[in-house]
Structures are given as structure tokens and as C-alpha cells.
């Protein structure tokens, strides 16, 4: 019998219960207040919180607290990556950050989906799909990005864009849904 975890991580519609769910979300729970409540005199435990919480963290890469994700080890960050204030990585499916990234304050990367069918909602029923952002990208203030977008290499996504579909290397985006609005050499 197939596990809900298995489920989940094959990108099979699945439960959010059972032990082994269960015991993720709230080992990623704790090590994220870990992380949020480290002192920040400390830099040293706040960045051993981080790579505990991580699946991994690319040299020099840092983020701010305060950080919350549902399990953080689906979670992979490049190294040279800056993550401003109260990032929300729903990492039900793998979020991967490349090198020397910029992600601005209140940023949403949210790999979880929903069924459309209000039965299929109401038995608790969901899957995810993994987002990819490249190298050297900018994700200004308040971007949100579905779940299964790529956003291609050196883009920029303007402050509060909704990026709901893959955008191409070397863009710039912005709006709701967000579009391409210049290329960039």
C-alpha cells in the first residue's frame, strides 16, 4: 500500500495525514521557529538552523527571518542567494532557488494545488507540482509563484506579479497574471 507520503512526493493527489506526514510537518515546525527566534547576535546558530531546516543552502546564500515552509527539506537554495523578510515557501513539492538570486520582502513560492471539484476539497484531497526559479533572477516585494512555474534565468519579476505560467530567461515581468513586458540583453 502506497503511503500518503509516497503519493505526495510521486506528485500523486494525496492527504496531508499519517506518521510520516505528520512527523515532517512538525519536525519542520520546530526547526523553523528555530530559525525565526535565533538571536541575531548569533549568526553562526541562525545559519545552523537554516542549514538544519534546508534540503540545502548554497555558500553565502542567506535568508531573513522569519521564514515559514512546510517541511523545509523540499526546499534547495544557490548559493549567493539573498531572502528578504517573510518568505512563504510551501514546499510540498521541491522548490528549487538557483545561484545569486534576489527575493524580495513577502514573497509567496507555493507548490501546493487544489482540486477544482468541491467533493474532492472537502475529502481533503491535494498535490503539488515543483517550482524552479534560475539563476540570477529578482522576485520583487509580494511576487507570488504557482505551483510548476520555471522562471528562466536573469529575469526580473516586477513587485506584486502573480506569476501564474513559466516565464522565459532574461525578462522582465510584472502584473496579474505576469507577463513579459521587455527583453532584456
Known amino acids: 500500500m502506497t503511503?500518503?507520503?509516497?503519493?505526495?512526493?510521486a506528485g500523486e493527489p494525496y492527504r496531508a495525514e499519517g506518521p510520516e506526514i505528520e512527523a515532517d510537518l512538525d519536525r519542520a515546525a520546530r526547526r523553523t521557529e528555530r530559525f525565526n527566534t535565533s538571536p541575531a547576535a548569533d549568526p553562526a546558530a541562525r545559519l545552523?538552523?537554516?542549514?538544519?531546516?534546508?534540503?540545502?543552502?548554497?555558500?553565502?546564500?542567506?535568508?531573513?527571518?522569519?521564514?515559514?515552509?512546510?517541511?523545509?527539506?523540499?526546499?534547495?537554495?544557490?548559493?549567493?542567494t539573498f531572502v528578504n523578510f517573510n518568505a512563504v515557501f510551501l514546499d510540498v513539492a521541491r522548490i528549487t532557488i538557483?545561484?545569486?538570486?534576489?527575493?524580495?520582502?513577502?514573497v509567496q513560492l507555493l507548490t501546493a494545488t487544489h482540486p477544482i471539484e468541491a467533493e474532492a476539497r472537502r475529502a481533503k484531497w491535494e498535490s503539488a507540482k515543483p517550482i524552479t526559479i534560475e539563476d540570477n533572477?529578482?522576485?520583487?516585494?509580494?511576487?507570488?509563484?504557482?505551483?510548476?512555474v520555471t522562471?528562466?534565468?536573469?529575469?526580473?519579476?516586477?513587485?506584486?506579479?502573480?506569476?501564474?505560467?513559466?516565464?522565459?530567461?532574461?525578462?522582465?515581468?510584472?502584473?496579474?497574471?505576469?507577463?513579459?513586458?521587455?527583453?532584456?540583453?
Do not use: F
Not at 4 to 9: A, F, I, T
Not at 48 to 77: F, K, N
Not at 98 to 106: F, K, L, R, S, T
Open 3 to 9: 503511503s500518503m507520503k509516497d503519493r505526495m512526493l
Open 151 to 185: 522562471i528562466g534565468a536573469n529575469t526580473v519579476v516586477g513587485a506584486g506579479a502573480v506569476v501564474t505560467r513559466d516565464l522565459p530567461p532574461n525578462v522582465v515581468a510584472l502584473g496579474n497574471p505576469a507577463r513579459p513586458v521587455r527583453t532584456l540583453d
Open 48 to 80: 545552523a538552523a537554516l542549514r538544519d531546516l534546508l534540503g540545502s543552502l548554497g555558500e553565502d546564500a542567506w535568508i531573513r527571518p522569519p521564514l515559514h515552509c512546510d517541511y523545509g527539506w523540499q526546499t534547495h537554495v544557490g548559493p549567493r
Open 137 to 148: 533572477v529578482w522576485l520583487g516585494g509580494g511576487v507570488i509563484v504557482l505551483p510548476g
Open 98 to 106: 538557483g545561484a545569486d538570486v534576489q527575493i524580495g520582502p513577502n
